[in-house]
């Protein structure tokens, strides 16, 4: 077999394992395949091997490798830190957004979003590793970002996104999910919302996700193996 179809299937069977241990469904978590660093061609081998939802961190990246794989029914997904000058094409040219950390790109992202278009699926980033300076709403900043967002009529708030700290310690890996969790569901309470999604697992800690409650796990490195930066 092909590196990427026996990477995908491996990828496939930790999740219906996880989810089975979880006494969860596997059709409830999603696999979203991050293809950053990687060439369209890549992402047409993946697509052929029934993925169809990509994640991309790099807007001027994923936007040429759009174009070259525009015959392609792709979901994209935009999973990377946003700067308010990109905001536009993020609301043109993605489906989903998972990197909303903060009001101001949630306002421009909602004006931005051209109205014959979908409401932009959307979740927050929250930072739950307070030693983790990386980007992300503030727990305590939550639920003024998620009513506001909610009040922006195209967006449509579907839940929570976090990347902890990295650890190989499954029992630190499953408490910052199960806080993501909480989190979620306590918004859900506060703010009478129907949240239904959790992006949350990468290629090293899927299983702890998915044991804690993930819709979307997001898998570059487990499928298109380790990246290159140069
Ligand atoms: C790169 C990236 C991933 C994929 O990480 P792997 O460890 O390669 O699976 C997932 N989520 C985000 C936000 C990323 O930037």
């Given at each position: 077999m092909f590196e990427i179809k026996k990477n995908i299937v491996l990828i496939q069977q930790r999740i219906t394992k996880a989810a089975f241990l979880a006494n969860r469904k596997s059709a409830d978590i999603h696999l979203l395949a991050v293809s950053k660093t990687k060439p369209?061609?890549?992402i047409r081998e993946a697509f052929n091997c029934g993925i169809n939802q990509f994640g991309e961190n790099y807007l001027q990246e994923a936007l040429s490798k759009q174009q070259e794989l525009a015959d392609l029914p792709i979901t994209w997904h935009f999973i990377g830190p946003i700067q308010s000058n990109k905001t536009k094409e993020i609301a043109e040219h993605f489906h989903w957004v998972h990197s909303v950390d903060r009001l101001k790109i949630a306002e421009?992202?909602?004006n931005q979003r051209p109205i014959k278009m979908a409401p932009l699926q959307i979740c927050i980033q929250v930072n739950i590793s307070e030693e983790n300076t990386?980007?992300?709403?503030?727990?305590?900043?939550?639920?003024?970002?998620?009513?506001?967002?909610?009040?922006?009529?195209?967006?449509?708030?579907?839940?929570?996104?976090t990347i902890p700290k990295p650890t190989d310690d499954i029992?630190?890996?499953?408490?910052?999910?199960?806080t993501l969790n909480k989190l979620k569901n306590d918004l859900n309470e506060q703010l009478t919302?129907?949240?239904d999604t959790l992006s949350m697992g990468m290629s090293q800690d899927l299983e702890a996700a998915i044991a804690e409650g993930a819709t979307w796990?997001?898998?570059?490195t487990a499928i298109f193996g380790e990246r290159n930066y140069n």
């Open positions: 369209a061609s890549l421009r992202l909602s990386k980007s992300g709403c503030h727990p305590d900043q939550l639920i003024d970002l998620a009513k506001a967002i909610k009040q922006f009529p195209n967006l449509e708030l579907r839940g929570l996104m029992i630190k890996q499953k408490a910052s999910f199960a919302l129907s949240l796990v997001r898998i570059g």
